[in-house]
């Protein structure tokens, strides 16, 4: 039986001990968000949260999470309000297919509470864990470096103008 | 007005939130898991299929091609392809046999219990050896498909100065982040449907009408996790799989790949060689151009004249020459069919006609601006193929690129030894890309897209995809702006062969630039039925809604109809080979490391005409993720086989993609010069950031270090043995 908190939800998951934590998430406790991408640690895909640190889920046994915080994609949005980065992904078109996206939110939602004005080359070592093929990063480091810089950016209208 | 704004797209709440359902995330009850028993030969026959009877088969369901009830293919252009190798597998990975079993890893375990017999047989996987080889794969000489275009004097009687080059470049794959995965189940009037990650639902829907030998089936698309090509044609063959598993078992199947398989298995960019010889004036004008090629096709036909055909019409480049020779093979060799990827046979020719006008400038010694500038087309001027160009771009995205790469690089901070043995190049590439099917294939295909009206609701149907570029909220701009309605009013029905007309494939793009235009007429259509049940004269849609007394669904249908304005001749290749053309301007900034051959990425500026921007931030985003594709063709995506045709390097560790640190700035510039055809002046954009990036990397490189790069990818190996 493992135990811990999923999005500050108490959850007691029967699963064998080395069984990969992004299965547990996935299939038992129906967390679809976080996606497999490769299986093997280099995709970030399945990104989660363990006590606040990024880890790929699909490296990590179950048992590892045992007692600990886990965040995922759906734990982002709080009392019915996107995190500003979810937000930030919106308005200047962070997300495409849509795959990598959870990963990639997760992943900067560590390095914003760590960093909350991350500068280009900063967003872009931390994510550097992270594979996205659709956007070539660009909107994302605008959405991650622009996600807490304050309400009145018009971040969309700015990034690409059409002349 | 809905039109040039860059509205966040309308599925992005669901991505962001993970609430967005791909088909890995749905689970049926009671579903079982499928996997694939794959071929380890290049060429052999398949003498016998038995089951390791030391493995407890309980509960697991094995599928061969005798299982099949209808044709044993998958049906594309040509009938080809087997779903199941049935006695001969002709490249490695070919799919042998289905195992269904209550857990994936159970099933991923029985497929390792599988035993295949084979009986080795000849094969190659030389494409240049390929045409006329003894071991026949493909009808007697092994060609798929062999095209030749000629325009003025005839080859070798023009005078001038010569220069000969030989092109070459290697598989891409797509590498979309989702492999591909479908779920097939059982339906209570014995059909059969499927849901899962692909671009076309009608080809797949296609492909198991043939191969169950019914109709009573519908192709659903889930969330699908990118395709850039790779699900073009390939969820085709899942499906069929997941299809007879699902037959056989009486349950839902789930059939997803794992990376390493998908990487070995699924279709790729074709591998081409180039033979361009060109003849120019000395001041540098094209005075005469022959270019031939080959196309390594892999084992079966797939998509591959087609390919070829692209490839062939982009092969002068966005250059003018009054004497032209255009010719090219596709072959088929014993590795797996290689397919669709985003530009489809241009961004090949695109590297091989831009590499040689760098050898042309080389040679007799001016600018390689300069001899762009002198050559690019213009508006009625005609292409290769006879067709006369209007709405060109070329000067415009040159200007445009030029002017915006003055301002100051950004600075490097992520390589700590930068600038120690550093190379600062920069290069410039032009191109042009054919918006659309090749030549009349609107014509063939007649694309339909419906629009529902229910109270003030219009529900646009169609099966034109969105894997990520924006579908879902570009029809509903186009829809609402014709109808003059607010966009809340409009929204999208799920891409499901019962519910929406069959629009064509979502494909050569054509997406928002034909079956945008469909919606657009759709939408007239619409105002129209409105105006004759209310026999009110007025356009305005809220007056024409107030004045309908019946509550019924309104629906209509439009049709894309020939209007003539696309002359194509398929047996002679002559006219106009698309409706229009995209043009770009790819200027790079990039520092190679003299002591390891790297090529870092400083900035990548890209002016690109996209006639109209339905949505701007949408359209930068294909434009931003098309040129980072490329220049990890360029520099680090390699595909390496082993001896019997089989990836080596079937994994993200060492298929090398670009992350965020290796991406370069951007800056892209969106060029509107409209097209009369298109929704609201709009071109295709899909393909065309794929087409010059990996030139223009060429040309830096050469000009920081002198090392002249003519195949791809430009590995840091091969910049350090150039140099
Ligand atoms: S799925 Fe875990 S890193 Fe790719
Ligand atoms: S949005 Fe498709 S992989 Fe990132």
């Known amino acids: 039986m493992i135990r811990f908190t999923v999005n500050d939800q108490d959850v007691a998951l029967d699963a064998p001990p080395m069984s990969r934590l992004l299965d547990v998430l996935r299939e038992g406790a129906r967390l679809t968000g976080t996606k497999e991408g490769c299986g093997e640690g280099e995709c970030g895909a399945c990104t989660v949260l363990i006590d606040g640190v990024a880890v790929n889920s699909c490296l990590v046994p179950a048992i590892q999470a045992d007692g600990c915080r886990v965040t995922t994609v759906e734990g982002l949005a709080s009392d019915g309000r996107l995190h500003p980065v979810q937000e930030a992904f919106l308005r200047f078109g962070g997300a495409q297919c849509g795959i990598c996206t959870p990963g990639f939110l997760v992943t900067a939602k560590a390095l914003l509470d760590a960093n909350p004005h991350p500068t280009r080359a900063e967003a872009r070592e931390a994510l550097a864990g992270n594979l996205c093929r659709c956007t070539g990063y660009q909107k994302i480091i605008d959405a991650v470096t622009e996600a807490l810089a304050g309400p009145d950016v018009d971040a969309a209208a700015t990034s690409t103008p059409a002349c | 007005m809905t039109i040039g704004i860059g509205i966040p797209r309308a599925d992005g709440a669901a991505k962001v939130t993970g609430r967005a359902l791909y088909v890995d995330d749905l689970r049926p ?21 038995t089951l390791d009877p030391s493995y407890d088969w309980t509960g697991i369901t094995l599928v061969t091609a005798r299982d099949i009830p209808g044709r044993n293919l998958v049906a594309l252009i040509t009938e080809d392809q087997p779903a199941l190798a049935d006695g001969v597998v002709r490249h490695v990975t070919e799919p042998i046999a289905l195992v269904a079993a209550p857990t994936r890893d159970r099933a991923l375990e029985a497929v390792k219990h599988v035993q295949v017999t084979y009986g080795d047989l000849p094969y190659n996987l030389d494409p240049e050896a390929a045409e006329g080889h003894p071991v026949a794969i493909y009808g007697t000489d092994n060609v798929f498909k062999r095209i030749a275009i000629d325009k003025g004097a005839a080859a070798g009687t023009v005078a001038g100065i010569v220069h000969e080059g030989t092109y070459r470049l290697g598989l891409q794959e797509q590498l979309y982040i989702e492999p591909q995965g479908m779920i097939a189940s059982p339906r209570e009037d014995g059909g059969m449907t499927v849901i899962g990650s692909m671009q076309c639902p009608y080809y797949v829907h296609k492909a198991l009408k043939a191969l169950l030998g019914h109709d009573r089936l519908n192709a659903v698309q889930a969330a699908t996790g990118g395709g850039f090509g790779g699900k073009e044609d390939y969820p085709s063959m899942v499906a069929a799989h997941a299809a007879l598993l699902a037959l056989k078992t009486g349950k839902p199947v789930k059939l997803i790949y794992r990376r390493d398989e998908d990487l070995r298995a699924t279709t790729k960019r074709h591998p081409a060689i180039f033979r361009i010889r060109s003849v120019v004036a000395p001041d ?9 090629t080959i196309f390594d096709g892999g084992a079966y036909n797939t998509l591959t004249p087609v390919v070829l055909s692209r490839g062939i019409l982009h092969l002068t480049g966005p250059y003018r020459c009054e004497n032209v020779h255009l010719s090219g093979v596709a072959v088929a060799t014993h590795t797996p069919p290689n397919g669709a990827f985003r ?14 006008m760098d050898r042309i400038a080389r040679g007799i010694g001016v600018d390689p601006l300069v001899l762009r500038r002198l050559n690019l087309l213009r508006d009625g001027d005609t292409t290769a193929s006879g067709g006369v160009l209007t709405d060109t771009g070329g000067f415009a995205v040159l200007d445009a690129a030029l002017a915006a790469a003055e301002a100051p690089l950004p600075p490097i901070t992520r390589h700590p030894g930068a600038g120690t043995n550093h190379a600062r190049g920069r290069g410039l590439a032009m191109v042009f890309h054919g918006c659309g099917f090749t030549g009349n294939g609107e014509a063939y295909i ?34 609402a702006a014709e109808l003059g309605v607010p966009l809340e009013w409009v929204d999208m029905a799920p891409h499901d062969t019962d519910l929406v007309p069959d629009s064509g494939p979502t494909v050569a793009s054509r997406t928002t630039m034909v079956v945008g235009g469909v919606a657009q007429k759709a939408a007239r259509k619409l105002r129209e039925a409105l105006q004759a049940e209310t026999g009110l004269a007025t356009g305005d849609i809220a007056t024409l809604l107030a004045a309908r007394t019946s509550s019924a669904p309104l629906r209509v249908e439009h049709q894309y109809i020939d209007d003539g304005s696309v002359q194509w001749n398929p047996d002679t290749y002559q006219g106009d080979a698309y409706p229009t053309y995209g043009w770009s301007c790819a200027i790079v900034d990039l520092d190679v490391d003299r002591d390891t051959g790297e090529v870092l990425y400083r900035r990548f500026i890209s002016a690109t005409d996209v006639g109209r921007a339905i949505n701007p931030v949408l359209a930068a985003g294909q434009l931003e993720g098309g040129a980072l594709q490329a220049l990890g063709w360029a520099t680090s995506e390699e595909v390496v086989l082993d001896a019997r045709g089989c990836m080596r390097n079937d994994r993200l560790t060492n298929y090398i993609i670009p992350t965020a640190a290796d ?14 055809g298109g929704p609201f002046g709009a071109k295709g954009i899909g393909e065309i950031p794929m087409d010059g990036p990996a030139a223009a990397v060429a040309q830096a490189i050469e000009a920081a ?12 190996e091969r910049v350090l043995g150039a140099m």
């Open chain 2, 446 to 479: 007649k694309g339909k897209v419906g629009l529902e009206l229910r109270g003030s609701r219009v529900t646009i149907l169609t099966a034109s995809t969105d894997i990520g570029q924006g579908t879902e909220t570009i029809f509903p701009q186009i829809v």
């Open chain 2, 343 to 356: 530009g489809f046979g241009a961004p090949q020719a695109m590297w091989a006609v831009e590499r040689h």
């Open chain 2, 705 to 716: 270090t002198g090392a002249v790069l003519d195949n791809l990818p430009m590995t840091p």
């Open chain 2, 29 to 49: 009850e009671g579903c079982l898991y499928g996997a694939t028993v794959r071929s380890e030969r290049a060429h052999a026959t398949v003498l016998a299929i």
């Open chain 2, 663 to 676: 991406a370069p700035e951007m800056v892209t510039l969106l060029i509107e010069i409209p097209f009369a």
């Open chain 2, 284 to 292: 540098g004008r094209l005075l005469e151009w022959t270019a031939s």
